[in-house]
């Protein structure tokens, strides 16, 4: 069956540097992305999103990468600060789906040392 | 604003009770889903609801029933609790997709609900 995953379970990163999360997904007809934060105790928050037409695409501080020949998309974060510790959720959603047909990976989590 | 809200936070059941998770919109959005969210499983469908008297099965359903009587509350029921129910519930809501346009997949969710079935 068609899949969303993640290559690293766990990073931890010094404050100020950039991370990197990454997400491989396996269903070639997927064709929007998106990225949740996740915080202890709290429901998943969007954080930024992109449509199989673009390669990347930029948000506050964060920068979205879509390769489609390998099927891998990655968040970005620059000079990574103690509040972007979270789990960070990468999901696939296919051509003409529906909020009902968004599939969510297993979730990254990020820790920040000060 | 209070976006999604769900009741109650917490809640301990034995096996074979019942009992309804409550979520609430104010945002007028007209979809609305329930996910279940168990360590390593990542975020899994249970029911979704593309509006009032609209709704369908996700991922993993058997065990729940929800309603979708007003555009505003989508309640998840429990008829009878088991063990493997154990698990954090999320409501999450958003504008409907329309056919033919952009995908959105920006979902508002709630703060959760943890259920521990004894």
């Known amino acids: 069956g068609e899949s969303v995953g993640l290559h690293l379970p766990t990073l931890s990163v010094q404050e100020g540097d950039n991370s990197i999360i990454n997400c491989a997904y396996s269903?070639?007809?997927?064709?929007?992305f998106i990225w949740y934060k996740q915080e202890s105790g709290k429901g998943p928050q969007f954080i930024i999103d992109?449509?199989?037409?673009?390669d990347k695409r930029q948000g506050q501080r964060v920068t979205v990468l879509l390769n489609k020949t390998v099927k891998h998309l990655s968040l970005q974060i620059a000079a990574t600060q103690p509040g972007d510790s979270a789990v960070y959720f990468c999901?696939?959603?296919?051509?003409?789906?529906?909020?009902?047909?968004?599939?969510f990976g297993k979730g990254t989590k990020l820790s920040v040392k000060p | 604003n209070a976006g999604v809200t769900q009741t109650p936070k917490f809640q301990v059941l034995k096996t074979g009770q019942s009992m309804t998770l409550q979520c609430a919109q104010d945002?007028?959005?007209?979809?609305m889903s329930w996910y279940r969210q168990d360590p390593g499983m990542g975020l899994r469908l249970i029911h979704y609801?593309?509006?009032?008297?609209?709704?369908d099965q996700g991922e993993v359903p058997n065990g729940y029933n929800v309603s979708r009587s007003t555009t505003e509350d989508f309640p998840l029921r429990l008829l009878s609790a088991a063990p493997s129910q154990t698990s954090v519930y999320f409501c999450?809501?958003?504008?409907?997709?329309?056919?033919?346009?952009?995908?959105?997949?920006?979902?508002?969710f709630g703060e959760g609900s943890r259920l521990t079935v004894l």
């Open positions: 999450a809501s958003s504008y409907r997709t329309i056919p033919g346009t952009p995908n959105t997949g920006e979902l508002f």
């Open positions: 269903n070639s007809a997927s064709d929007y």
């Open positions: 992109i449509r199989s037409n673009m």
């Open positions: 999901a696939e959603m296919g051509s003409g789906g529906s909020q009902g047909n968004l599939i």
């Open positions: 945002m007028n959005h007209e979809y």
């Open positions: 609801s593309v509006g009032a008297g609209i709704t």
